[in-house]
């Protein structure tokens, strides 16, 4: 996968535009709430008072981003953090910068795996013979879904997993070619309703906190060239994490805006909770998690993969 990635990089870099100074920065990052502390940064101001001018870029896929930050075109891109360790595994030297949404009991019910009608799964052990549908094998989601599983002594090599792309969760269920989906919302609700389902289990509710769904990440090499525009950039993060904390309602309209995501919706699920500084132990988790099931072999300085 990675080893395109580089292929890809190659081609970008030709045609990428000159460095830009070290207070411009541009970013890519998903239309998705999750990364709530980059939309309020940005339509707040916050990036300008700390002396940052930030390009948001049209995104890919997290494969697509981490290319794009190889080639130079990007600054930093919010990719899942269980893409960042496949890169990072890869050769790719990759460093945290900052996160923002993260698992939360107050947020366990924003995601949940979604059954359609006619299918008995009531108790995780139904699951086994099952087909699930999942936004991206080895990504957050996944990962976190199978942990649960193991927490609930059911091996995943009893369930067949079936990539399905978000946009496309809820005609897949109602197709009936999968018999539940893992989601989060508003994909879950739509699965649900137009599948005649219902949510089996909100299986965040059995998992630790403060896991990230996304992490911001840049070159080692970059990191350690522009050090104060990280800073500069984690202030900022901090300064947006303060403010969705006491504006809720602003903040829904800032995602509304930047995601394209009705208020109607938003105002029905619970904003990520956003906690901007990384961790090890959240890293840890992951990496731990992964290389439990396959999917990482050699081993990675987890501690080193936060920029200084």
Known sequence: MFKRAFMIAGALAVA??????????????????????AFVAKDEGLFEKNGLQVEFLPTGS????????????????????????????????????????????????????????????????????????????GGT????????????KVSDKGITFIEVPIPNTADVLKGGTIDAIIAGQPSLGR?????????????????????????FVTTREWAKANA??????????????????KNQV??????????????EVLSKIELPECKPVPTVAAIDYLDKAMREGGMLKSKIDTAGLIAP
């Open 62 to 137: 997290n494969q697509t981003l981490v290319a794009a930050l190889v080639a130079g075109s990007h600054q930093i891109v919010a990719v899942s953090p269980t893409v960042m360790l496949q890169a990072v595994e890869s050769g790719i030297d990759l460093v945290v910068v900052a996160n923002c949404g993260v698992t939360s009991p107050r947020t366990a019910k924003n995601v949940g795996l979604a059954v359609r009608e006619g299918v008995a799964i009531d108790k995780p052990e139904d699951l086994l013979g099952k087909k699930i549908g999942t936004p991206s094998i």
């Open 250 to 263: 602003k903040t829904r309209e800032i995602v509304s805006k930047y995601t394209r995501l009705p208020l």
């Open 16 to 37: 990428a535009v000159p460095a830009f100074a070290q207070t411009k920065i541009a970013i890519g990052t998903p239309p998705i709430a999750e990364v709530e502390a």
């Open 191 to 215: 699965a649900v309703a137009q599948s005649n389902g219902k949510i089996a289990f909100h299986f965040m509710s059995d998992l630790p906190a403060d896991i990230p769904y996304t992490t």
């Open 141 to 152: 989601l996944d990962i976190l879904f199978r942990q649960w599983l193991k927490q609930k």
């Open 228 to 245: 104060a525009t990280i800073a500069a950039f984690r202030t900022s993060f901090g300064q947006a994490a303060d403010f969705i904390g």
